[in-house]
Every structure is written in structure tokens, then in C-alpha cells.
């Protein structure tokens, strides 16, 4: 490697490099590519160069060279900034120029000041890393500004505040939270709610956001600072509520059934029998079955998903042939939850464990970043984060997901390489999440010292739990 790569005078010593890995795209370019290449030169040795032969292997050429070129991306993280080379040249960005972070399914995009080029990033535990430290200096300037202008933007509706969360609601337009260290906060793969378990009406941040992750450290930053007493009252129960008996009134609905999902499969299926009479007729396969079968088997797929109806007390999960199991929260002894983005939406998936210890899934799709699964899965966390609240008075410790365990006093887990690290419960602990897997942080340090799959039993009701054990303790 020459030395201008090993170092550069304005990113400072190389730390590590990005791990390069074949992508979907990219091999699939090559792959086409280098089978367009091989049919123009077959093309060629029977028949000579014709138009036709000369137009495939050029396509053919073309692909693959754009493959290749988007394969050879190398990435090298500075002390100051990120290096990044293709085949094309190089291009830097300082770290005092990101003036935002995107993240959206496996990429992070450092975002320049200015409005330029957003630079990618491969997600890994190193690049999480940095997402974060980058987030620490933009949560110090975000600070800077809300002591001067009084609030901060965190996304399109979303206002930051000593005071409070000030958003835009399309029914009762502009709304205050009051800020406390009451609020609770959830994360999943699209959106985050800050929400007081007294409080039907939430703020929603999309994790997509510019400043979602500086947003997220500054929330809790004020939150640890806010008083702990709650603001609301608790609601009254209704004495007669209508809907299922024992369940209450319905609020939710995720459905099977989607018209994308539908149609996908009508057309696929009539197409797929269309293609098969006339490989009867003909005696040989027509052109085009296999992609017609796809559709069908892919829009059967997606559509062959549960109804999930979410009640007052409970839900009720009904498979595609019509039965039907009713869940009471109370009922309900554990919780995975699991977000998924598909060809014609987002699937979600409730995993739950009953009093026998039996398991209950249902798995429903829903339109891209739709809130309804995210109320569901708060409500089922909340009760259960109380019930462990309850079980740490008598036991002591309760497990948190898989590795980590939570007691009035003291935290316990691991860390990236399975370490195992113990840290006591304060207000000043924070963490980051896109969803997908949690870091938590100490006060004023930048190294995480948990690590926490989202996506296994028990981690959202533990999340809820070790947000009323940082209320109680002492700052």
C-alpha cells in the first residue's frame, strides 16, 4: 500500500478500514454482466460480429465494469475524518464537517455540512461506534444552540426544550410534553416514541432522521435533569367498556391482507395458468413462467400474514384460516417483537409466552412506518416491565434479554467482545438504538459498555424497566 493511503495530512492516522464484502447489487451487475459478455463472443465465434452480437457484449461489458466499480469501495476511517476510494478517485470528509447522520436499514450516511454528497458507511460495530461519537459532538452543539435560542429542531414536527418535547399534531396541532424523567422512550427499525405511560398522545422522531441519534442523547440529557415526579394522572378505567368481553374496546387493527400483496398474486396466478395451458398446448415452456410463478409465490407470501386486532386489556391474533387466540395482557409473561421491511410493506412479528409457557405469534403486515405496531408493543412492554419492577422486590435481580441482568442498583452485561461489564443505575445513563440492536453509555463516557440485541424475549420490558430504575436513582 503507498504511504499517501496509510495516512493523510488533514484526516490524521488511519484507525481501521471498512471490511468489504460482496452487496446484492453489485454481484448481480457483475453476474448479468459477464453473461451478456459470454453470449455477444458466443454470438461472435458462430456467426461473426452483427449488430446484435456487437449491442450484447458491449451491455454486457458495461454492466460489468459498473459492478466492479461499485464492488471496489474501500473505506478507511481517520482520526479526523473517512476516506473513501473507488475506481473513479477518492474522496474525504472531516468529521467537523458532518453535519448529520442518516441510518436506514444497513447503512450509515454521514451527511456534509452544506448539503452535499451523503458519504456511506457499512454498518458494523466499529462504524456504530462512530455513528455515536460523532452523535456526542452533535448533541454538544445541538446543546449550544437550545441554550441560546431556547429550543432546537430534532425532526420536521419535533421541537427540543427545557421545557419540554413541543410537536405537531395533525388533530390538536401544537402539543408540549412536559419534560421529566417520566418519559419513557422506545426505538424500533423506523420510528422512536417519547411517551409518559399516563399520556395516550406521543411525539414521534423517524429513526431516519438527520439529527435522530444527537436528538436521542440530548432527550435523555434534559430528561436526567427534569424532575422525576410524574405530570400526568393515571386515566380512570372505564367501568363498561365495549368491544370483546374481558378485552375492552378495540383501539388497533394490523391486517393480513394488503391490495399490493393481492393483486400481486391474482395477476401472478392467472398469468402462471396462462403460461402452463399454452406449455400444454405447444409442448414446451413459454417464456416468462418462472417470473409469473414468482410474483404469485411472493404475493402469496406477503399477503398470507395474521390479523392482529390490539383491544383496551389484551389482543387478538387471527390466522389466515380464522382461528382465533385472545391474548389479556395480563395473560402475557414475555414479549419478542421484530420489524421487518418487505416488497410490499413492513412485516411485524409479536412473539409472546402465556402463563403455561406456551408461545403465541402473530405476524402481520403493515404499510412502511406505520405507528399502530409500536403502541401495540409499548402497551404489552409497559405491563410487563411492571411485573419485573414487582418480581425485583422479592428476587433481587431479573434477566434482561440474553446476557444482561437488572437490579435496583446495578447493571449487568456485555459488551462487543462479550466482556462481561457491570455498571451501577444513575440518571446519567443513556444509550443509542436503530432499532435493531441498544448501547448503553455511562455518564460522560463515549465507550458503550452494553451491548443489546432488540430483536430476543424480554428486551423492550427490560428497556421500559431500566427507564424507571434511572427515574428513581440519584443524579
Known amino acids: ?53 456487437a449491442v450484447i457484449a458491449t451491455l454486457g461489458a458495461a454492466l460489468a465494469g ?10 478507511t476511517i481517520h482520526e479526523n475524518g473517512v476516506l473513501r476510494r473507488t475506481l473513479l478517485g477518492r474522496r474525504e470528509l472531516l468529521f467537523a464537517d458532518v453535519a448529520g447522520i442518516r441510518q436506514w436499514n444497513s447503512k450509515v450516511r454521514l451527511l456534509p455540512a452544506g448539503g452535499g454528497k451523503p458519504f456511506p458507511l457499512r454498518q458494523s460495530h466499529e462504524t456504530e461506534n462512530l455513528r455515536d461519537w460523532i452523535a456526542m459532538r452533535l448533541e454538544e452543539q445541538l446543546l449550544q444552540q437550545l441554550e441560546q435560542q431556547g429550543e432546537v429542531r430534532w425532526s420536521t ?42 399520556r395516550p398522545l406521543v411525539p414521534v422522531v423517524p429513526v431516519s432522521e438527520a439529527l435522530f441519534f444527537p436528538g436521542l442523547l440530548l432527550l435523555q440529557r434534559l430528561m436526567a435533569d427534569a424532575p422525576p415526579a410524574a405530570q400526568y394522572p393515571e386515566p380512570a378505567e372505564p367501568a363498561e367498556p365495549d368491544g370483546e368481553p374481558g378485552l375492552g374496546r378495540p383501539v388497533a387493527t394490523l391486517r393480513g391482507w394488503r391490495l399490493a400483496p393481492l393483486a400481486a398474486f391474482l395477476v401472478g396466478l392467472v398469468m402462471t395458468g396462462n ?49 382465533r387466540r385472545e391474548m389479556p395482557f395480563s395473560g402475557i409473561r414475555d414479549l419478542r417483537y421484530a420489524r421487518r421491511f418487505e416488497w410490499f410493506g413492513e412485516s411485524v412479528t409479536f412473539e409472546l409466552r402465556d402463563p403455561s409457557g406456551g408461545t403465541v405469534s402473530g405476524r402481520a403486515l403493515t404499510r412502511n412506518h406505520d405507528l399502530v405496531p409500536g403502541l401495540l408493543r409499548d402497551r404489552i412492554a409497559e ?11 422479592f428476587v433481587g435481580e ?6 444482561a441482568r437488572l437490579s435496583r442498583e446495578w447493571i449487568h452485561g456485555r459488551d462487543a467482545s462479550g466482556t462481561e461489564r457491570s455498571c451501577p443505575v444513575s440518571r446519567g445513563l443513556r444509550f443509542t438504538s436503530d432499532g435493531h440492536r ?38
Not at 386 to 392: C, F, G, Q, S
Request: hydrophobic share 40%; with cysteine.
Open 1 to 53: 500500500m503507498s504511504p499517501d493511503l496509510v495516512t493523510s495530512p488533514s484526516l490524521g492516522r488511519r484507525l481501521f478500514d471498512e471490511e468489504p464484502s460482496l452487496t446484492i447489487l453489485p454481484t448481480l451487475l457483475m453476474v448479468l454482466g459477464s453473461l451478456c459478455l459470454l453470449g455477444g463472443v458466443m454470438r461472435f465465434g458462430q456467426e461473426g460480429w452483427g449488430a446484435d452480437g
Open 66 to 75: 459498473l459492478g466492479v466499480h461499485f464492488q471496489y469501495v474501500r473505506v
Open 157 to 198: 414536527n419535533v421541537w427540543l426544550s427545557r421545557s419540554g418535547v413541543r410537536w405537531q399534531s395533525e388533530e390538536e396541532g401544537d402539543i408540549l410534553t412536559p419534560l421529566s424523567s417520566s418519559l419513557r422512550i422506545t426505538v424500533d427499525g423506523s420510528y422512536c416514541r417519547i411517551y409518559h405511560p399516563h
Open 275 to 323: 403460461a402452463v395451458l399454452s406449455w400444454i398446448r405447444q409442448g414446451h415452456p413459454p417464456e416468462g413462467l418462472v417470473w409469473w410463478f414468482l410474483l404469485a409465490w411472493h404475493g402469496l407470501a406477503a399477503g398470507l400474514h395474521d390479523r392482529i386486532d390490539g383491544y383496551d386489556h389484551g389482543l387478538a391474533i387471527t390466522r389466515p384460516w380464522g382461528r
Open 383 to 393: 405491563t410487563l416491565a411492571e411485573d419485573l419492577d414487582i418480581r425485583m422486590r
Open 398 to 403: 431479573v434477566p434482561w434479554g440474553e446476557g
Open 438 to 475: 441498544l448501547r448503553l453509555y455511562r455518564s460522560g463516557s463515549s465507550e458503550p459498555f452494553l451491548y443489546l440485541e432488540l430483536e430476543q424475549w424480554g428486551a423492550y420490558p427490560g428497556l421500559l424497566l431500566l427507564q424507571r430504575l434511572v427515574e428513581k436513582a440519584e443524579a
